[in-house]
């Protein structure tokens, strides 16, 4: 009977909704970036699973089939290239360069780290694209050989932490440009930093938008030419 429960695809679906939604609820009372949705689903999730001694591959005949939604997730992102294609014909330049130097420098920080602390190519090839957002990244990741878990794990510490300190470096070094610091959001920490820079303006969050989706088509070009 237990198994009949909690091998069924709908309790994966179920609990990782729940999961989430308590995690929406308490990222909208605290507002605190640090209280991510995603990540307080792992908080929840994982703990209950090691507690009540359900298997991993019982939660995944559900998880499996939310993971296959992750491919038309990502096409979708064209909507928001479309929706703001006259903010992008204005600023085509600027949101192009902004682009390629986020996503450039990223790898080359990954790379010289990895190296630094001598850390596996297995490894390294996860933390490649973790400043994209998520279906990009896992698709990136298992193209490069990487570990896709490791790979969700460093997109979401990316994102929270970009939320986090981006509005004090804006602060700090003076930066006024709108345009500057939309992009600076969405290359850098996707739809996490997307949504603190809504919060900012009308015109940051439409270009961060516009970053986090033009970032991750320019990080998978990358990774196909450079590995």
């Not at 605190?32 to 991993?56: C, K, Q, R």
């Not at 694209?129 to 460093?154: D, F, R």
């Not at 994102?159 to 345009?179: H, M, Q, W, Y």
């Not at 989706?213 to 990358?222: A, E, K």
Request: proline residues 4%.
């Amino acid at each position: 009977m237990m198994e009949t429960v909690f091998a069924s695809p709908f309790f994966g679906i179920t609990l990782s909704i729940a999961a989430y939604s308590i995690g929406c609820w308490i990222n909208r009372k605290t507002k605190l970036a640090l209280l991510n949705p995603l990540l307080i689903s792992y908080l929840i999730i994982i703990p209950l699973l090691l507690v009540t001694g359900i298997p991993l591959e019982w939660y995944d005949n559900g998880g499996d089939i939310i993971n296959m939604f992750l491919s038309p997730a990502t096409a979708v992102l064209a909507i928001t290239i479309y929706r703001q294609r006259d903010l992008l014909k204005k600023h085509i330049l600027s949101v192009t360069a902004g682009s390629l130097a986020g996503s450039l420098s990223s790898i080359l920080i990954v790379l010289t780290l990895s190296k630094l602390f001598g850390l596996s190519d297995e490894i390294t090839m996860s933390l490649i694209p973790k400043s994209i957002t998520t279906p990009m990244a896992i698709a990136v990741s298992q193209n490069l050989g990487g570990i896709e878990s490791l790979t969700v794990l460093s997109v979401i510490i990316t994102g929270i932490t970009g939320s986090i300190i981006g509005p004090v470096l804006i602060k700090a070094f003076r930066i006024r440009n709108e345009i500057a610091s939309g992009m600076a959001f969405g290359s850098a920490s996707h739809a996490v930093g997307t949504s603190k820079a809504i919060e900012l303006g009308e015109v940051q969050g439409a270009l961060s938008s516009i970053a986090l989706v033009m970032s991750g088509i320019i990080t998978v070009i990358l990774s196909l030419l450079l590995f």
